[in-house]
């Protein structure tokens, strides 16, 4: 937050909160250096499963969250995922990866990178993350 007054981006307004300014620029700068800064530090593992195993499994959200080719898949019903991705804590990697039989292969097709948001309540994709970490912005 300091760094977002610092830079510009958020303005202090005292009792009535704080405010985001120059929100497309921000945005511009979080689709630049999300991939190349923050989501290399976010790596939890490399697994694999059996063949298509992720189509039929449903995510509890609050423990973890689709991301990448596979919630866009579920958005669009088009692609065929390559890699699968998934956000979840360190506290819930293990019975993420018994429930779902994941093994864990340093090329495998399964990424699991930590979650660096609170769990979302109401959201309404409910087991995909937010389209910002899957989806470029033209």
């Given at each position: 937050?300091?760094?977002?007054?610092?830079?510009?981006?958020?303005?202090?307004?005292?009792?009535?909160?704080?405010?985001?300014?120059?929100?497309?620029?921000?945005?511009?700068?979080?689709?630049?250096?999300?991939?190349?800064?923050?989501?290399?530090?976010?790596?939890?593992?490399?697994?694999?499963?059996?063949?298509?195993?992720?189509?039929?499994?449903?995510?509890?959200?609050?423990?973890?969250?689709?991301?990448?080719?596979?919630?866009?898949?579920?958005?669009?019903?088009?692609?065929?995922?390559?890699?699968?991705?998934?956000?979840?804590?360190?506290?819930?990697?293990?019975?993420?990866?018994?429930?779902?039989?994941?093994?864990?292969?340093?090329?495998?097709?399964?990424?699991?990178?930590?979650?660096?948001?609170?769990?979302?309540?109401m959201w309404q994709y409910k087991?995909?993350?937010?389209?910002?970490?899957?989806?470029?912005?033209?």
């Amino acid at each position: 937050m300091k760094e977002l007054k610092e830079l510009g981006f958020l303005l202090d307004m005292g009792k009535r909160g704080l405010r985001l300014l120059q929100k497309e620029k921000l945005l511009q700068r979080w689709v630049t250096a999300y991939p190349e800064q923050l989501r290399p530090k976010l790596t939890l593992g490399h697994f694999r499963g059996d063949p298509e195993w992720w189509r039929q499994t449903k995510l509890d959200p609050l423990k973890a969250q689709w991301g990448g080719e596979v919630a866009a898949e579920r958005l669009t019903q088009y692609l065929q995922p390559q890699i699968v991705t998934i956000y979840t804590t360190p506290q819930q990697l293990n019975q993420l990866l018994a429930e779902n039989r994941l093994r864990n292969d340093k090329t495998g097709d399964v990424e699991i990178l930590k979650r660096f948001w609170k769990p979302p309540e109401m959201w309404q994709y409910k087991d995909l993350v937010h389209r910002f970490l899957f989806m470029r912005i033209s």
